[in-house]
């Protein structure tokens, strides 16, 4: 048996997670985190019986005290970030699952590697923001860091009985976004609405708008290089717009090899829960025939700048990831309050690039501190304080 907590269970990643659950009868579920949404937990209570759970938005506690006592729930209930990190670190679990969204992740992660659990990551955005930090301990601890999204799940399949040293370049793909081939005029127009629609995968709504930048495959792009311990000129992105061809490695005898699958997160979530071994499927199968062509072409990276700006970003190296992933969270949201339009995301960005810039070299304090001045100086521009 396996145990395992899932934070961040009621997205749509941590949804799928209770999916592939739901067939893995050797896996169970001992801790989960919610943000507010209570009505998931409640459902999640009654199907899984979890022994701990936390409610992380601590205006809720009243409300989930409630729901407690009227599920007559037994387990233990915990709240806000030490009750992330306690949900992270119990002694009965293997592996925490973390699907919740924001840098918000990287301290339960932290603490979840100190006390020797395996990470299944979804959330990007702490290996964006100290990725090298975040692997370095990893090791020191000897724990597997197990790539969920899903290119990096096809790059770590596809580099399996691989040595280091034969690997020549990790090849990212993209769908391209909903507004792939659209010009800067078109997209000055782009409204929550129409940003919010992703013509392959249905995803949460920060990850959707950043699809639709294309700053998910910047944020990806970076993710990789720590993961996989490639250099940045080793990482190229092709646009993919079938989203069938996960990702891809090339290797030094010039062989490529890829990962192919239905665009369906189960696949990726329930080979890191079973990793190295593969269990039957909870994602459909890939009918090749019926998608025909795969087309890959060059990102327009003029039209889309969120890609140079995470490389840029990435290679200034330093706390400039950390810099450009807050800023880009609080401009997301931002758009999603339609406070700003679609290509002020990348000014907000840029904008906290430059004035964050010589911060000096990463520690883990020095990225809170980052992650926390970029906010309080985006929010005081657009008057969100
Ligand atoms: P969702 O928005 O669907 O879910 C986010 C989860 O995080 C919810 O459980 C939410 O709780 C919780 N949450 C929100 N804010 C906070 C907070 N401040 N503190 C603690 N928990 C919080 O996101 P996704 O599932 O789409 O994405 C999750 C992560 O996985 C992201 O990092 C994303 O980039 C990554 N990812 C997602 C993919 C996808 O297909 N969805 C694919 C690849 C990667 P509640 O709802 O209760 O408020
Ligand atoms: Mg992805």
Not at 74 to 98: A, Y
Not at 181 to 209: E, S
Not at 313 to 336: D, H, I, P
Request: hydrophobic content about 45%; glycine content about 6%.
């Amino acid at each position: 048996m396996k145990y395992i907590s899932i934070i961040g269970a009621s997205g749509s990643i941590g949804t799928q997670t209770l999916e592939v659950l739901r067939k893995e009868k050797e896996i169970q579920l001992v801790g989960v985190s919610v943000h507010s949404n209570l009505e998931r937990l409640r459902a999640i209570i009654l199907e899984f019986h979890p022994e701990v759970v936390c409610i992380t938005d601590e205006d809720r506690k009243e409300e989930a005290q409630d729901l407690m006592r009227s599920l007559h729930y037994s387990g233990e209930v915990c709240f806000g970030m030490e009750g992330l990190i306690h949900v992270s670190t119990l002694p009965k679990i293997d592996l925490v699952v973390t699907s919740l969204v924001g840098m918000v992740g990287l301290r339960p992660t932290v603490e979840a590697i100190k006390a020797g659990k395996d990470i299944a990551l979804a959330n990007k955005e702490t290996l964006v923001a100290a990725g090298e930090l975040v692997m370095a301990l990893a090791r020191k601890h000897q724990v597997q860091i197990l790539p969920v999204d899903s290119e990096h799940s096809a790059i770590f399949q596809s580099l399996q009985g691989s040595q280091p040293h034969e690997v020549a370049k990790i090849l990212l793909t993209a769908s391209g976004g909903p507004f792939r081939g659209k010009d800067t005029a078109f997209l000055q127009g782009v409204t929550r609405a129409m940003a919010l629609k992703h013509p392959n995968w249905v995803m949460g709504a920060k990850i959707t708008i950043d699809s639709a930048t294309l700053m998910n495959k910047g944020l990806e792009f970076i993710e990789a290089r720590w993961l996989f311990d490639v250099p940045y000129e080793n990482i190229d992105i092709l646009v993919h717009p079938q989203s069938i061809v996960h990702s891809m490695v090339e290797f030094c005898d010039h062989s490529i090899i890829a990962q192919l699958g239905s665009p369906d997160m189960t696949l990726p979530i329930q080979y890191a829960l079973n990793y190295p071994h593969r269990h039957p499927a909870v994602a459909k199968p890939l009918n090749l025939l019926a998608v025909g062509q795969l087309t890959f072409e060059a990102p327009d990276r003029q039209t889309f700048r969120g890609l140079d700006l995470a490389e840029l970003a990435g290679k200034r190296g330093g706390l400039q990831c950390a810099v450009m992933n807050s800023a880009n969270e609080e401009a997301v949201a931002l758009f999603l309050k339609e406070k700003i339009g679609f290509l002020d995301i990348y000014d907000v960005v840029e904008e906290a690039m430059e004035r964050f810039r010589d911060l000096g070299d990463i520690t883990l304090e020095k990225v809170f501190a980052a992650d926390e001045a970029v906010r309080a100086h985006i929010r005081r521009k657009y008057k969100e304080v």
